[in-house]
């Protein structure tokens, strides 16, 4: 019997197996699972409502978000060319990121704490805050036998709330364009709104402070530069003075008629030592016709006509040689008369040579002296001219910076990346390409409706207002963006997509009533 039930009940299980199983979901026998434990679930939900309420209500503290933009210039506008001075911050992402780590620099956030005196706002400095009657860190002082609260110094404190801002502030660059957003985070949201747009403004002024800085050092080295050149043209100007007053030389002309004296002398030197050499030959050959007794050779050398007289009557030889004796003496005087003019003119040759040689470097180095003292003239009013524009630059820049300069606007509305005005550049024509792409950071596709984009204009006549509408769906009409040219006042405006409406109430309303329900429970 016990055998047959086993197989039985085998089979019975082997049965059950083998029905097929139903994938599907029984919500019948889900609810009624759930129907049974109502009172577990009730109680649990019941228990984290109350918790939510009172962490709502009791316990979180509402947090107020503001945002302010600023705009990085990247044009440079150069009204006189100072390059050289200093130059403009660029456009390029390094840039971007520099400023970025300026506006969260802790010399400028102390600025910032200073300014709005934070160090008094509990919310910043810890120190001010309620203490509380229980925690870890009292627990430990007690422990550690520190029962008094430490002195805490000036700076100490200030440092912690530098910290604390440092944590409320965020600072972002809105892509593909210039501009910065700068968000602060604090339990009221007036507060917020007068941190992001005063630490906005502290960096717009350290950005002009140091500029002027540059400026005004590039002023000052200009001045003692200018004083410099003052000095060494001053200089120059005495030791041309001194060298003039020092030399006998009158001037470059005088100098060319020394130079000519000296080529007339060395002629007249050659042509007396060559009546040296001829009448120290005719002396010579008078003297050896003198030797040879030989009348006939003495009078054919002396070439006289009273020796030859003498000689053709045949008088008396003592008559004969004394008249030969007297052209002798005569012709030794001239080659003693010869050889001291050579003599004197030699020496009047080598004294002339030496004083050009000395007026030859005297005029070279006048004339580098004088060289030098235009140079340094020059050099002197180019430092002055440039000081002088520098000093102009520095009055316009600062009449720019505190907007105390008439300039044309064309102001950005509707869907761009930032809202604000255009400057038309000075002595330049302006594009609608160049006012969306460069300070508006284009048209965001998510939110703008590149299909309408409008330039309205005031025409100024009585005719109204005239507007353009530009479809950039077709990307082939972005040409006319860079031909269309903006008039002073215009207005370009970019209209929202359809579902942007709907996404902003949407957007705002989920806010509002959280803010207002927080508001409530906190009054």
């Known amino acids: 019997m016990s055998d047959n039930h086993i197989a039985d009940h085998q089979r019975r299980d082997y049965e059950r197996q083998a029905v097929p199983v139903d994938d599907e979901i029984d919500l019948l026998a889900i609810f009624r699972t759930l129907w049974r434990g109502k009172w577990v679930i009730g109680l ?16 979180a503290i509402p947090k107020y978000t503001a945002t302010a933009v600023v705009a990085l210039e990247s044009r440079q506008e150069n009204v006189v060319d100072l390059e050289s001075v200093m130059s403009g911050l660029g456009g390029d992402q390094i840039s971007i990121n520099t400023e970025i780590e300026v506006l969260r620099s802790r010399g ?40 008094q609260a430490p002195i805490v110094s000036t700076q100490t404190v200030l440092d912690s709330t530098v910290n604390t801002v440092l944590e409320a502030v965020s600072i972002s660059n809105l892509r593909q364009s210039y501009a910065f957003t700068i968000s ?3 339990t009221n949201p007036e507060k917020s709104a007068a941190i992001a747009n005063t630490l906005a403004e502290l960096y717009i002024l350290d950005q002009i402070e140091v500029k002027f800085a540059a400026t005004e050092q590039a002023t000052i080295w200009l001045s003692e530069r ?8 001053e200089t120059a100007e005495a030791a041309v003075q001194v060298l003039s007053g020092s030399t006998e030389l009158v001037s470059a002309e005088a100098l060319e008629a020394v130079n000519r004296q000296i080529k007339e002398t060395r002629d007249r030197l050659a042509d007396v030592d ?17 030797a040879s007794s030989d009348r006939v050779l003495m009078a054919a050398i002396a070439s006289d006509s009273a020796l030859d007289r003498l000689l053709e009557t045949k008088g008396d030889n003592t008559a004969f040689m004394a008249q030969f004796n007297a052209i002798l003496l005569r012709a030794r005087n001239d080659l003693d008369r ?30 580098q002296l004088q060289r030098e003292a235009a140079l340094t003239q020059l050099n002197a009013e180019v430092a002055l001219r440039r000081a002088t524009s520098q000093e102009g630059r520095t009055n316009f820049e600062t009449r720019l910076a505190l907007d105390a300069v008439v300039r044309d606007y064309v102001y950005l509305a509707g869907e761009v990346g930032v809202q604000g005005r255009y400057t038309l550049p000075f002595e330049r024509r ?25 330039v309205l204009r005031d025409m100024q006549t009585g005719a109204g207002i005239v507007a353009w509408r530009l479809d950039a769906r077709n990307a082939a009409n972005l040409v006319l963006a860079t031909q269309f040219e903006l008039r002073p006042n215009d207005i370009v405006f970019v209209a929202e997509q359809p579902v942007t409406a709907w996404n902003r109430v949407i957007q705002q309303i989920t806010p509002s009533l959280i803010t207002s329900t927080v508001g409530a429970a906190t009054n």
């Open 108 to 147: 400028l956030i102390a600025k910032l704490v200073a300014r709005m005196a934070l160090q008094d706002d509990p919310e910043f400095n810890p120190s001010l805050r309620p203490e509380q009657r229980f925690s870890i860190g009292k627990l430990i002082g007690v422990f550690a036998g520190h029962a």
């Open 184 to 186: 602060v985070v604090t």
């Open 274 to 290: 060559s009546r040296v050499i001829s009448t120290q030959a005719r002396v010579n050959a008078l003297i050896d016709a003198s």
């Open 338 to 367: 010869a050889r001291a003019q050579s003599s004197s003119l030699a020496f009047a040759v080598s004294t002339l040579e030496t004083d050009f040689a000395v007026q030859s470097a005297d005029l070279a180095e006048l004339q």
């Open 430 to 454: 302006a594009s609608l390409a160049d006012a969306l792409y460069d300070e508006a950071g284009g048209v965001p596709t998510n939110t703008g409706n590149i299909a309408e984009v409008y």
């Open 226 to 233: 200018v004083a410099v050149l003052q000095e060494d043209l």
């Open 44 to 59: 649990v939900t019941s228990i984290a409502i109350v918790l939510g309420v009172y962490y709502a209500f009791g316990i």
